[in-house]
């Protein structure tokens, strides 16, 4: 009795540390899939709905580039029948445990790879692939198609027909979002279409809706790099000679290298938060991503039409 009621407790730790869907739908192990980031996890649940269980790994607030896992949760990747991860080196902590899932046969799918992706064009990380791909969403449509056929390839037990029609119906309102942004960012001057942030995050966006990247406190593509004094100085002299006074930095990172720089440099500023790389937790602006991207394009729109006033 004992031996079957630690079963139990295990299975249902399990469940819930991996916050997947331990209801009348996961009865079978062939329709499981776990996603590293919870940005794609939202993306995939909107695909996969009660066809399957979808487990994700990082947590609301987190830091896709730092985030680590249990033992548990490793184990539960190299047992999944399908993996989605972001790739292009954003989850730096995790992406070993996505190889050794590879290795013992469980198919895994790359999905930023998968999309066309761009070069950083600066700072320590220029010349590689640029992993944020998420913040263009015509982007993301194509990232639906591509996960919609992984899933129907390696989950036999889904119905290809609903999958295929949620992912149509998602793809309206990643075609509504992008009209919107669009809307929204049409209202900045052109001449303030200039971006400041704490890393570098924002290209996919600044290529498809018109904005020029200037600049980031930490100049890489990765939080956990540090920026030099010289790359401080540097960014203060395009803060002062471009006339910017917004900043734009993200909610799982303290914003306190943007006020050291901004006090010590005497500039004043407008420090503005953004979800960049992380949803937040259930009741947030960016409990979805469609929302994280609605409030961020807000956020951008009302900083820099504030500032052109």
Not at 17 to 41: E, Q, W
Not at 43 to 61: C, F, S, T, Y
Not at 166 to 190: C, G, H, N, W
Not at 268 to 296: C, H, K, Q, W
Request: net charge negative; aromatic share 6%.
């Amino acid at each position: 009795m004992r031996a079957k009621l630690a079963s139990a407790v295990a299975a249902l730790t399990l469940c819930v540390t991996l916050l997947s869907g331990c209801g009348p739908m996961a009865n079978n192990d062939s329709s499981r899939i776990v996603v590293t980031t919870n940005i794609l996890g939202d993306i995939v649940g909107a695909i996969v709905g009660d066809e399957a269980d979808v487990a994700v790994l990082m947590k609301p607030n987190a830091d896709p580039h730092s985030f680590a896992i249990s033992a548990q949760e490793a184990h539960a990747l190299q047992t999944a029948n399908l993996v989605i991860f972001n790739g292009l080196r954003l989850e730096e902590g995790v992406l070993h445990h996505v190889e050794a899932a590879s290795r013992e046969g469980v198919p895994t799918f790359e999905v930023g790879a998968a999309v066309d992706p761009i070069e950083y064009t600066s700072g320590d990380t220029a010349g590689q692939a640029d992993p944020h791909f998420w913040t263009d969403p015509t982007r993301v449509v194509r990232a639906v198609e591509r996960i919609t056929d992984q899933v129907i390839e390696h989950l036999p037990h889904v119905d290809a027909n609903t999958l295929r029609q949620r992912a149509a119906s998602y793809a309206k309102e990643l075609t509504a979002l992008d009209a919107l942004m669009e809307q929204l960012f049409q209202a900045i001057p052109e001449t303030k279409r200039k971006l400041i942030t704490n890393h570098h995050v924002f290209a996919y966006l600044a290529q498809r809706y018109g904005f020029t990247v200037m600049g980031a406190i930490v100049p890489s593509g990765t939080t956990l790099a540090s920026p030099s004094a010289s790359d401080l100085a540097s960014l203060v002299g395009a803060i002062s000679d471009n006339g910017i006074s917004t900043i734009f930095v993200d909610t799982s990172q303290p914003d306190r290298l943007a006020r050291v720089l901004a006090d010590s440099a005497g500039i004043d500023v407008d420090i503005r938060s953004l979800y960049s790389e992380s949803l937040g937790g259930p009741g947030s602006p960016a409990d979805t991503y469609l929302n994280m991207m609605r409030f961020n394009a807000s956020q951008i729109s009302d900083g820099l039409r504030a500032a052109a006033r």
